[in-house]
């Protein structure tokens, strides 16, 4: 399967219109550098051999006034939050003008997460899940379903999403 197939996959995998692409499918195209680290290389989205079972897309930009009051809290819970739940990843999904925003957003933030590389985000198909206002958090399952979006993905508090995520990933729910 040549790369350029492969990092489409991302995009048809979170549209859910291909029912025969699978996990493996999706996953190896965000390996396919769709993924990338706050100092621009690229970052394996795998870790330890394991794909996610969940995966929260963070919508927020450099330039957003309360996207930068909520993305501290979103570093420190995500610190604790997922290393108890290795099923679970986050992955940044910029709104800023530029890569070099982008990138300078992530280090000053100290995200510890991927995000989706800058040049990619509307070929990852992320778009599909955001609301009408940043800062914004959705959670994916595996099958690429909305677990905690309102219909017409109506926006709703971060804060609100985590508590979600909480119970959702942490079998609460």
Not at 71 to 97: G, I, M
Request: with cysteine; aromatic share 12%; proline share 7%.
């Amino acid at each position: 399967m040549n790369k350029i197939l492969r990092c489409a996959l991302f995009a048809v995998f979170f549209a859910a219109v291909n029912p025969a692409s699978s996990r493996a499918d999706f996953f190896d195209g965000l390996q396919q550098k769709l993924i990338q680290a706050k100092d621009g290389k690229a970052l394996p989205y795998k870790k330890e051999g394991a794909n996610p079972k969940f995966t929260a897309i963070y919508y927020s930009a450099h330039w957003c006034p309360p996207c930068r009051l909520f993305t501290p809290k979103l570093v420190e819970w995500y610190n604790e939050f997922q290393p108890k739940h290795k099923d679970f990843q986050l992955v940044f999904a910029s709104s800023d003008k530029d890569e070099k925003a982008m990138l300078e957003y992530m280090t000053e933030t100290k995200m510890p997460w991927p995000a989706i590389r800058f040049s990619q985000k509307k070929a990852s198909g992320v778009e599909k899940f955001s609301a009408d206002g940043i800062p914004y958090l959705v959670l994916i399952d595996e099958k690429g379903k909305d677990l905690t979006g309102k219909p017409g993905n109506e926006w709703q508090a971060p804060a609100e999403v985590l508590k979600q995520i909480e119970e959702i990933v942490g079998g609460k729910k």
